[in-house]
Nanobody, 128 residues
Framework: QVHLVESGGGLVQAGGSLRLSCAAS????????IAWFRQAPEKDREFVAA????????YYADSVKGRLTISRDNAENMAYLQINTLRPEDTAVYFC?????????????????????WGLGTQVTVSS
């Protein structure tokens, strides 16, 4: 059974930084597109960032562009999300997701249903 496990969340002050990690198991990691989504209380899950199979292309939501960096290490079956200059509105549960797709259209990456594998999430809380 395929697993994704997120870690690295926590309580931080506004302006601080966090690095979220996503550990994958029971899958050929390099076959998967990896994305991060987040969900704030009483809001829909929203796309944050995605990275293609070899890490040569990355994609970001406009709301976070410039503050977040997605990366991956296929040798270690790990993906990461570096979040800088945290804001209170970044408070959410952050989810790692994986899609076993050999091709994609960019607009598909933003859709929750593009991804078949999800982790349980890690909570990020930013205090003002």
């Amino acid at each position: 059974q395929v697993h994704l496990v997120e870690s690295g969340g926590g309580l931080v002050q506004a302006g601080g930084s966090l690095r979220l990690s996503c550990a994958a198991s029971e899958l050929t990691f390099s076959d998967y597109i990896i994305a991060w989504f987040r969900q704030a209380p009483e809001k829909d899950r929203e796309f944050v960032a995605a990275i293609n199979w070899r890490g040569t292309s990355t994609y970001y939501a406009d709301s976070v562009k410039g503050r977040l960096t997605i990366s991956r290490d296929n040798a270690e079956n790990m993906a990461y999300l570096q979040i800088n200059t945290l804001r209170p509105e970044d408070t959410a549960v952050y989810f790692c997701a994986a899609a076993d797709k050999s091709i994609y259209e960019v607009n598909e990456l933003y859709r929750v249903n593009f991804y078949a594998v999800w982790g349980l999430g890690t909570q990020v809380t930013v205090s003002s």
